[in-house]
């Protein structure tokens, strides 16, 4: 399979990402495994995930997601064949929040306990925080990855204007720059990536692994009245793109599926692997069913026409 360069990093990875945010969630741990291990079979490498990832969750702490991980590698999932990414800042109540010296490097050694390794691939800012200078960030960085426990870092959800701060601020000090940008970008919402963080990632090379690339499912097409949300874990996320913007959407991603033999979900991904910046986009998946029809994504070109048209249906 092709693979594409993470940023200005070493590290080179197949155009997809799995996100491992349902694991111990809305996916079990048998469930879990197997999907890793079709996706590794297909030659994909990239997981991420979080250590806030389940805390959300009445009864969890935290860590569930990171920790199904590790129980894959000590079942024994190939280390090598994977490519780990993590993130820290988010609240994780008792243990803490923030870019702070003491609670990045703690929650780094927390995430390698969970994940039973001893070095993380991307480490990832989770969220901005401006209560602590960016030097002090960029040292924790800076030891985590002096003493091998890290190879490089990233960050998700800053604006422009921060991030070009952070990246300044490693300039400056010679402290380790954020290689990879973790943003929400999907055909359904374009606005936060697209403009002067965008921008900015080309001119730096930065890396880009968009999260919520499936718009939180709605993007598969499965979610077209509000009666489909009914029960359903992301309802919250999906149901305001359920307006005439978002339907129009949709009939436009079935006509250019059914014309190249595809997905509305190949579609959506296809066309995000094109656009300027994009290494591989993050997406996750409950069923194999649903990860046969992601990992096909790769594999799907969408001409000029199929691009302008959703160019004009997204906007």
Same mark, same amino acid.
Request: glycine share 10%; net charge negative.
């Given at each position: 399979?092709?693979?594409?360069? !993470? ?16 694991? =111990? ?14 996706? &590794? @079979? ?10 806030? #990832? ?15 991980? $590790? ?5 024994? =999932? ?10 820290? +800042? ?11 010296? *003491? ?11 969970? !994940? ?6 991307? #480490? /990832? ?12 960030? !960029?040292?924790?960085? *800076? ?10 870092? +990233?960050?998700?959800? #800053? ?8 990246? @300044?601020?490693?300039?400056? $000090? ?7 940008? /973790? ?11 697209? +403009? ?15 999260? #919520? ?7 598969? $097409? ?41 997905? %509305?979900?190949? &579609? ?7 656009? %300027? ?11 194999? *069913? ?7 994504? %790769? $594999? ?16």
């Amino acid at each position: 399979m092709d693979t594409r360069a !993470l940023g200005t990093t070493a590290i080179r990875i197949a155009p997809l990402a799995l996100g491992g945010n349902v694991f =111990g969630w809305t996916v079990d741990e048998a469930t879990s495994f197997s999907l890793i291990d079709a996706f &590794v @079979a297909r030659g994909f490498s990239l997981i991420d995930t979080a250590d806030v #990832y389940s805390i959300w969750v009445p009864g969890h702490s935290g860590g569930e997601s990171e920790r199904v991980i $590790g129980a894959w590698l000590k079942r024994g =999932g190939r280390r090598d064949a994977i490519h780990i990414a993590t993130k820290v +800042g988010m609240d994780m109540k008792a243990a803490g929040k923030g870019l702070s010296r *003491a609670h990045v490097i703690a929650a780094a050694e927390a995430s390698l306990r969970n !994940l039973g390794t001893d070095c993380i691939d991307l #480490y /990832q800012a989770h969220i901005d925080d401006s209560t602590v200078p960016f030097e002090e960030t !960029l040292e924790a960085f *800076a030891r985590l990855v002096e003493a091998g426990k890290v190879r490089v870092v +990233g960050a998700s959800n #800053y604006t422009a204007p921060r991030l070009a701060e952070a990246l @300044a601020a490693s300039d400056a $000090g010679a402290l380790p720059r954020f290689s990879v940008l /973790q943003p929400n970008y999907n055909l359904a919402n374009r606005a936060l990536f697209e +403009g002067e963080l965008q921008k900015l990632c080309l001119k730096e090379q930065i890396g880009v692994i968009p999260y #919520y690339a499936l718009a939180g499912g709605f993007l598969t $097409g499965k979610y077209r009245r509000p009666e489909d949300l009914e029960g359903k874990a992301r309802a919250g996320t999906v149901a305001h793109f359920l307006d005439p913007r978002g339907l129009d959407l949709l009939a436009e991603m079935d006509k250019i599926a059914a014309r190249l033999g595809a997905t %509305p979900t190949q &579609v959506a991904l296809a066309w995000l692997m094109a656009q %300027p910046g994009v290494t591989a986009p993050i997406v996750s998946a409950t069923s194999l *069913a649903q990860l046969d029809d992601i990992m096909a994504a %790769p $594999g799907l070109t969408l001409d000029a026409a199929a691009l302008s048209r959703l160019d004009r249906a997204s906007i």
